[in-house]
Nanobody
Framework: QVQLVESGGGLVQPGGSLRLSCAAS????????MSWYRQAPGSERELVAS????????NYAGSVKGRFTISRDNAKNTVYLQMNSLKPEDTAVYYC?????????WGQGTQVTVSS
């Protein structure tokens, strides 16, 4: 049974930091590219960051480049999103996604709220 379980979300003040985790099970994690997406109320889901299966290649949305860092630990079947210098516009539900060929798995999401 495939599972992606996000954690680490919460309420943080502007300028603060959070680290999201996504624990994977039920598939060969190291063979899948992993991504973080987010969806704010009334907005479409958007790609935040992605990392290749071996971890050597990363990509970021322009709005988070220089503030967020995606990483993965294939030994722990976990992908991370370190978020620094958070802004109110980063408020959203954050989802992780696993993708390989035509296989596409999503987590249930974790809420991140940036507010004073």
């Amino acid at each position: 049974q495939v599972q992606l379980v996000e954690s680490g979300g919460g309420l943080v003040q502007p300028g603060g930091s959070l680290r999201l985790s996504c624990a994977a099970s039920g598939f060969t994690f190291s063979r899948y590219a992993m991504s973080w997406y987010r969806q704010a109320p009334g907005s479409e889901r958007e790609l935040v960051a992605s990392i290749a299966s071996a971890g050597g290649s990363t990509n970021y949305a322009g709005s988070v480049k220089g503030r967020f860092t995606i990483s993965r630990d294939n030994a722990k079947n976990t992908v991370y999103l370190q978020m620094n210098s958070l802004k109110p516009e980063d408020t959203a539900v954050y989802y992780c996604k696993a993708k390989r060929d035509w296989y596409d798995y999503w987590g249930q999401g974790t809420q991140v709220t940036v507010s004073s």
